[in-house]
């Protein structure tokens, strides 16, 4: 078991930066992959960006060269830099050990134009 504990959305303008934050109650080391995925109303949860246990990162075509993941050994970030509306969504960390993926409450970003 691990609880996770997203930090960092809020309300900003198009073009603008948020940090979020995952906190996790356990090493972020002793997982096999870990992600961030966001869900707007009526659609399905996507990934975002993700990264392997080795490092190996991952990002949706919609947000490559705009937003980067990375890591501690207590947290998860996504950094996300040149927002626009169509990033407004819920976000949400998970990780994922063997079989069983762990998922934290979200936050909400709202980008206006």
């Known amino acids: 078991q691990v609880q996770l504990v997203e930090s960092g959305g809020g309300l900003v303008q198009a073009g603008g930066s948020l940090r979020l934050s995952c906190a996790a109650s356990?090493?972020?080391?002793?997982?096999?992959?870990m992600g961030w995925y966001r869900q707007t109303p009526g659609n399905e949860r996507e990934l975002v960006a993700g990264?392997?246990?080795?490092?190996r990162t991952r990002y949706a075509d919609s947000v490559k060269e705009r937003f980067t993941i990375s890591r501690d050994s207590g947290s998860l970030y996504l950094q996300m830099d040149s927002l626009n509306p169509d990033d407004t969504a819920v976000y949400y960390c998970?990780?994922?050990?063997?079989?069983?993926?762990?998922w934290g409450p979200g936050t909400r970003v709202i980008v206006s134009s």
């Open positions: 998970s990780v994922q050990e063997g079989s069983v993926a762990f």
């Open positions: 990264i392997t246990a080795n490092g």
């Open positions: 356990r090493s972020i080391y002793s997982f096999g992959a």
